[in-house]
């Protein structure tokens, strides 16, 4: 089956409005319309507005990083998700850093999912083990518990819009992908959970992304592994250059081509 590829960049806390903005412009130039490839940018709060207004939405769409689950309310400090609705299609949930960083609960993640929904914001569910997880083969139970808690209040007609993305905490940031057999053996088993909540159907309608550091040359390696429709880009979206060639990259392995 066909789905629709993604690929995201994470610009996470990097850029000024004005920076956010120039990386945009660049990325206008550089990277062409491909109908199978979504491109999905996601930038800092204060830069949702103003990109709103530059994105050229037949190119790009976009994605909050994060956001909270009640809708309005005494929250110093918080953005909700409802605030967002007519801002941005989609809303990275959940990512590893939220959950490092900011001591983010399962039972919180799955009420922003919920949320995302209920304001009609497409989550990106990040999911992935920690190297300790790993070491000590606790991977799929760890994915299990991600998956089952953050869809825990999902329809099977809402699951299938979701996304998904592997992202394994050691992984992130450092100094290349997991291998493919290890990407291959996570996606089978999100999958396969997939499956058990909801059926087949919604297994093939959803998408799911690998991240962790993705540039360019790991490209064609991953997105040829069946099961994975798209990359979660940190670092190496922040450069138009190394982006637009992943962008190309994965336009490639939707053809059914390598770069090569
Ligand atoms: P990275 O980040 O590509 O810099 O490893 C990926 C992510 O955190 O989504």
Redesign the pocket.
């Given at each position: 089956m066909s789905r629709v590829k993604l690929v995201v960049a994470?610009w996470?806390m990097y850029l000024s409005i004005h920076e956010a903005s120039l990386l945009t412009h660049r990325l206008h130039k550089s990277i062409k319309t491909h109908r199978n490839v979504e491109v999905v940018l996601a930038p800092n709060y204060l830069s949702l507005q103003p990109l709103s207004q530059e994105i050229d939405r037949r190119r790009f769409r976009l994605a909050a990083q994060d956001g909270y689950f009640v809708d309005e309310g005494a929250f110093t400090g918080e953005v909700s998700l409802s605030q967002m609705r007519d801002l941005v299609h989609y809303a990275i949930i959940g990512?590893?850093?939220r959950r490092r960083f900011f001591q983010e609960s399962f039972d919180e993640t799955r009420d922003k999912v919920a949320a995302a929904v209920r304001n009609g914001i497409v989550p990106i569910l990040?999911l992935g083990e920690t190297k300790e997880e790993r070491s000590q083969k606790e991977t799929k139970q760890v994915l299990h518990d991600q998956i089952v808690t953050a869809l825990s209040n999902i329809t099977s007609e809402d699951a299938e819009n979701i996304v998904l993305?592997y992202?394994p905490v050691w992984?992130?940031?450092?100094n290349e992908p997991a291998s493919p057999d290890t990407i291959k053996e996570a996606v089978d088993w999100i999958r396969y959970q997939v499956r058990e909540l909801y059926g087949s159907k919604t297994e093939e309608s959803i998408r799911v992304l690998y991240?962790?550091?993705?540039e360019p040359e790991y490209v064609s390696g991953i997105m040829a592994i069946d099961g994975v429709d798209g990359l979660?880009?940190?670092?190496?979206?922040l450069n138009y250059e190394r982006f637009s060639d992943i962008v190309t990259g994965v336009y490639l392995a939707a053809l059914g081509e390598t770069k090569e």
């Amino acid at each position: 089956m066909s789905r629709v590829k993604l690929v995201v960049a994470n610009w996470k806390m990097y850029l000024s409005i004005h920076e956010a903005s120039l990386l945009t412009h660049r990325l206008h130039k550089s990277i062409k319309t491909h109908r199978n490839v979504e491109v999905v940018l996601a930038p800092n709060y204060l830069s949702l507005q103003p990109l709103s207004q530059e994105i050229d939405r037949r190119r790009f769409r976009l994605a909050a990083q994060d956001g909270y689950f009640v809708d309005e309310g005494a929250f110093t400090g918080e953005v909700s998700l409802s605030q967002m609705r007519d801002l941005v299609h989609y809303a990275i949930i959940g990512h590893s850093e939220r959950r490092r960083f900011f001591q983010e609960s399962f039972d919180e993640t799955r009420d922003k999912v919920a949320a995302a929904v209920r304001n009609g914001i497409v989550p990106i569910l990040c999911l992935g083990e920690t190297k300790e997880e790993r070491s000590q083969k606790e991977t799929k139970q760890v994915l299990h518990d991600q998956i089952v808690t953050a869809l825990s209040n999902i329809t099977s007609e809402d699951a299938e819009n979701i996304v998904l993305a592997y992202e394994p905490v050691w992984a992130i940031g450092a100094n290349e992908p997991a291998s493919p057999d290890t990407i291959k053996e996570a996606v089978d088993w999100i999958r396969y959970q997939v499956r058990e909540l909801y059926g087949s159907k919604t297994e093939e309608s959803i998408r799911v992304l690998y991240g962790g550091s993705d540039e360019p040359e790991y490209v064609s390696g991953i997105m040829a592994i069946d099961g994975v429709d798209g990359l979660l880009v940190g670092r190496a979206s922040l450069n138009y250059e190394r982006f637009s060639d992943i962008v190309t990259g994965v336009y490639l392995a939707a053809l059914g081509e390598t770069k090569e």
